[in-house]
């Protein structure tokens, strides 16, 4: 019999992060947003622009993130985002974002 495949490599992985999201998803419902704790380590997205992926998502310029460090990223599926505000959730993190592509100034500039 042939196991399930999943893109974390196990399903425990799959679990935890959809758990996050979901908790994530929740608060933010709630709140109206993120924490400033949730905010605080987050990475930095800089010039990003929105993608299509078979979910939506974004690709710029990372800082600061604990996996690809400073470079040029796609991130995962976007769940939630507030462009005025600055963040966004996506499966694996939330970033903050900086400028959008185009953009001579962001928010943390």
């Known amino acids: 019999m ?11 992985a799959a679990i935890s992060h959809l758990r996050a999201l979901a908790d994530d998803l929740a608060r933010i419902r709630d709140d ?37 460090g400073d470079r040029l990223v796609q991130t995962s599926e976007t769940y939630a985002v507030d462009f005025s505000r600055g963040w966004t959730r996506t499966y694996s993190r939330f970033y903050r974002l ?4 185009g953009a001579s100034r962001g928010r943390d500039q």
Do not use: E, K, T, Y
Not at 2 to 12: G, V
Not at 34 to 52: C, K, T
């Open 2 to 12: 042939n196991s399930p495949f999943f893109f974390d490599h196990s399903a425990d």
């Open 32 to 68: 109206g947003g993120p924490s400033d704790a949730d905010l605080a380590d987050a990475p930095i997205l800089d010039r990003w622009v929105p993608i299509s992926r078979m979910r939506p998502a974004l690709a710029g310029m990372s800082a600061g993130h604990p996996l690809l």
């Open 98 to 101: 900086g400028r959008p592509a």
